[in-house]
C-alpha cells in the first residue's frame, strides 16, 4: 500500500519549526513560569487547525482520526529552560540566527526537540488508519523535575503504550538512561574543645564512612550505563577552628543505573555506612527499553545508533515504555551562548518521520 503523503512538504515543516523555535526563544519561560510559552504553542496549533487541551502549563493533542480502541504513542518534550548563567556574551532571549546556528536560551535544551516534534504531529495529523494513535504534550517543569509537568498530565492521556521523549541526543536513540537519588547524611560525634583528645570526632568518623561507600563497587553493571556512580557533592562541619563539631553533614548525588531501583540503591549504601542517611525522593528511577523494541529497531534499520544516557530527563517519571531521541547535543545544553544547528533540526524531523513511518 503506498504510504500517504503529509499536507506540508520539507521546506514548509523547517520553516515552522525555525520560526515557531524564535518565538519561543524570545519569551522566558523558567520551570514553574511557563504559561506564556504555552500560550504560544496553543496558537501554533491553533494556527494549524488542530484542537489542543491545557492542563496547567501542559498543552496536548491528539491526532485527527483519534481511535480509542487502540494503543497511543506519545511525543513529549518540555517548553521550560533553566536561567541563563552569567557567561552569556549573546542576549538569551534574542534569537540570532548565524553561520547555520540558531542562538537562544533553550534552543538546544529541548526547543529543537519541541519543534521538530511539532512538525512531526502535523505531518501525520490527517493520517488514516494508523495502527497508532499519536498524542504529543509539550509539557511544563521538566528542568526540576517538578510536580506539575508531565507526572500531573500522564494520567489523563489515552492509553500510552511508547512516550518518543525528546532531549538532544543527535537523533541516536539512549534506550537506557541513569536515574537520580539524592541521599542527605549526617555523622554524629562528640562535641569537644579542639586542644583535648576525642576519639569520638563527628568530622574524622565521617571522613572513613564516606571513604568506604566512594570506594564501594555495586556487583550489578548495566550493558548500556555501566556501574552506579556515588559522587560526593557537599559536606559541611564545624564553625569555630577550636570547637571539634558534633556532627558532620554530606550530600551524595547517585546515578542509578537499570540494574536497580533507587530503593534498592538506597538500601545497598545505608548497609555500607554508620551515618544517618535519608533519600531526598525515590521518584526518579532509571528507565530501560528492549533493543528488540520495533521503535528500536526501526531507528536501527535507518543507520541510528543506540546507548546509554548519563543526564536525565522526564523519562524517570513517564510510567511506561520510553526511549529518548531528539536533535542537538547535551554538551551544549545549559551552557552560555546555547545554540542549534538550522541543519540539526531539518534531520530531526526528517528523522522522526522516518522511524515513525516505520511502526504507526
Not at 518534550?77 to 556574551?89: C, F, G, L, R, S
Not at 532571549?93 to 534552543?107: A, C, H, N, T, Y
Not at 498524542?135 to 526540576?144: G, M, Y
Not at 560526593?232 to 562541619?237: D, E, F, N, T, V
Request: glycine share 6%; hydrophobic share 35%.
Amino acid at each position: 500500500m503506498q504510504e500517504p503523503k503529509s499536507v506540508y512538504n520539507k521546506n514548509e515543516l523547517l520553516n515552522n519549526a525555525v520560526e515557531l523555535l524564535k518565538k519561543l526563544i524570545e519569551i522566558p519561560s523558567f520551570s514553574k513560569d511557563e504559561y506564556n510559552t504555552s500560550v504560544e504553542i496553543e496558537n501554533f496549533f491553533n494556527k494549524h487547525q488542530i484542537p489542543t487541551k491545557r492542563f496547567k502549563n501542559n498543552i496536548w493533542a491528539v491526532n485527527k482520526h483519534f481511535d480509542v480502541f487502540k494503543p497511543s504513542i506519545l511525543l513529549n518534550t518540555h517548553h521550560d529552560t533553566v536561567k541563563p548563567n552569567k557567561a552569556y556574551t549573546l542576549d538569551p532571549f534574542l534569537p540570532v540566527e548565524k553561520d547555520g546556528k540558531l542562538f537562544g536560551l533553550g534552543s538546544n535544551d529541548a526547543g529543537a526537540s519541541l519543534v521538530s516534534m511539532a512538525q512531526v504531529f502535523l505531518h501525520f495529523y490527517e493520517k488514516e488508519d494508523l495502527k497508532y494513535n499519536l498524542v504529543i504534550a509539550l509539557t511544563a517543569e521538566e528542568e526540576i523535575s517538578g510536580f506539575d509537568g508531565i507526572e500531573a498530565l500522564f494520567p489523563q492521556l489515552p492509553n500510552v503504550e511508547l512516550a518518543i521523549v525528546g532531549e538532544p541526543t543527535q537523533m541516536n536513540l539512549a534506550i537506557a538512561e541513569k536515574g537520580l537519588l539524592v541521599i542527605d547524611g549526617e555523622m554524629k560525634g562528640t562535641p569537644s574543645h579542639a586542644a583535648h583528645p576525642n576519639d569520638d570526632n563527628s568530622i574524622v568518623k565521617c571522613m572513613e564512612d564516606l571513604q568506604n561507600i566512594l570506594n564501594f563497587k555495586f556487583p550489578k553493571v548495566s550493558e548500556y550505563l555501566g556501574e552506579v556512580k556515588v559522587t560526593l557533592s557537599g559536606i559541611h562541619a564545624g564553625v569555630q577552628h577550636n570547637v571539634v563539631p558534633e556532627s558532620c553533614a554530606f550530600t551524595l548525588d547517585v546515578r542509578v543505573t537499570d540494574e536497580y531501583s533507587n530503593r534498592e540503591v538506597f538500601e545497598i549504601i545505608q548497609s555500607q555506612m554508620k551515618s544517618d542517611l535519608k533519600a531526598r525522593s525515590l521518584r526518579l528511577n532509571s528507565s530501560k527499553i528492549e533493543k528488540e523494541h520495533p521503535f528500536v529497531q526501526a531507528g536501527l534499520e535507518i543507520g541510528r545508533t543506540i546507548y546509554g544516557s548519563p543526564t536525565s530527563s522526564d523519562q524517570a517519571i513517564i510510567p511506561c515504555a520510553s526511549v529518548k531521541i531528539g536533535p542537538g547535543d547535551s554538551r551544549r545544553s545549559h551552557t552560555a551562548d546555547e545554540y542549534i544547528y538550522i541543519n540539526e533540526i531539518e534531520e530531526g524531523i526528517e528523522i522522526y518521520i522516518r522511524i515513525l513511518e516505520k511502526v504507526l
